[in-house]
């Protein structure tokens, strides 16, 4: 699920600063520490040059391969680009920043703002540290629109003076992302349309709501091909929604749909089960009087905007729950949760402890064990957690920073290696003929239960424990055919490609 947020006041005709950068010869990274894990996880830690404070993982440079971006000293953006050898590279591109007075950035937004094809990247600054006693120091949303050869134009906008989130999503469906910030004092939400890149200095349409409302998420709530905006009041714990209505909002389309178990914590949405409704998870925190909570509520969509009243699961991942991602981690077709906890609080003395990431695997069809299935350590409190291919291959990495940038790089563990397929060398026949390619295929766990080719519209089922089967084909005229094939088993572990070709000489 791709998660969104940003901030306000956007001006066509303010630039503070332009700036072209290019790209240095990158020497490899090489990990300060490497633990190999029994779980599956690789830990490496390498340092930056600099203490880190926001993190994202997108592809920049458009080569297919996921790239990693950290803020660095609240002041520089770093870019770690991910090498032909699939390793991060040590030194990263750099991009000046020149936030004043800020105590916390965020990186809400990597994706193509302008429509060149080409990946931006927006960051917002948040609160100074002694914001009460500079009170006219306003927010900074900066836009890094991104030109040739890895330069970037780098667009400044003042946002606001008091704390201000956002979230990016297309509002009235021309194709293009819109900004949505959410400002407290007073609760508002205002709407900044794109026009190709640039945004007009006063937002497209603004609402104002009398009670502590949060926005947490823009998505298609109801599934009617509008993106609507999901709203937490925390006064009466009550999740309510804003239905789009033809790329506009008004107050009097909000709906409640939930009444949460805690007035703080996270509120996250995801498809978790198999159905297409959109799933609820709540963390609690232990904020305020919650203090040293252990559970994580869990609510299944039972239709459309249908859920029961009480949860259908209460997770226990570990001490104060504070931040949650959602991917196939163990690449079997469902969807499973990692959460970051923040361990006991300072509490009569007793010096707060641990801090660990848990995961629960989604066991059959959300299905879920209340206790984590796996828990991985953190050094120190982390915020926010990012996932993540890092390394090309396949599988989710996780990257926690504290200071220095840590990565859980998945691995395959031994009983888990997908198939391999092999296929005889290319050969000829001659027209009219019946091609028939034997593939012989490695499988340590389990057995291949489909295949795919080129040729077909889709994979196909096998009913064999063999390790080879036939692929068998006519061909319709002379020509050079190029066949490729892979395989999966019963664990959704899917080959490699593999490819052959059959020249059909004429008779």
Known sequence: MASLSVSRSLSTSIIISLLSLVILNYPYRTPTTALIMDEGYILDTF????????????????????????????????IYFQNEKHELNSTPLRVALNFQYVHIVRIPYTGDLNGDGRTDIAILSSYPPFWHEKPTQRRTLCILYQQQNMTFSLYKYYVGEWETTAQFGDVNNDGEDDIIFFKENPYTIEVYLNRGGLFYDHPDETLTFNTTMFLDYVLDFDLDGWIDLMLFDTNIRTIYYLKNIDGVFKNENLYPVLKTRYPFGGVYYCKIDSDD?????????????????????????????????????????????????????????????????????????????????????????????VHPDLSLPVEHYTFPVEIGDLNHDGLDDIIVVEHNITIYFQYWPEWKIPPNVTLPDDFSVEFPARVSIKVRYEENFGKVIKYQWVEDDGPQMLNVTEDSFYLNFTPSSPGVYRISVRVEDEYHFQSEWNEINVTVFPN
């Open 277 to 369: 409704y959109w799933d609820i998870v709540q963390l609690n925190d232990g904020y305020g009087p919650y203090y040293n909570s252990n559970e994580t509520y869990l609510w299944f969509a039972k239709g459309p905007l249908l859920y029961n009243t009480q949860p259908d699961y209460i997770l226990h991942p570990g001490w104060n729950p504070d931040y949650a991602v959602f991917t196939d981690f163990n690449q079997d077709a469902r969807t499973d949760i990692a959460i970051l906890n923040w361990g006991t609080y300072y509490h009569c003395g007793v010096e707060g402890h641990g801090y660990n990431l848990t995961i629960f695997y989604q066991h059959g069809d959300g299905h879920f064990n």
């Open 47 to 78: 340092s930056s040059e600099n203490d880190s404070y926001a993190w994202k993982v997108a592809d920049i440079n458009n080569d297919g391969l996921n790239d990693l971006i950290v803020v660095e000293d609240f002041r520089t953006l770093c």
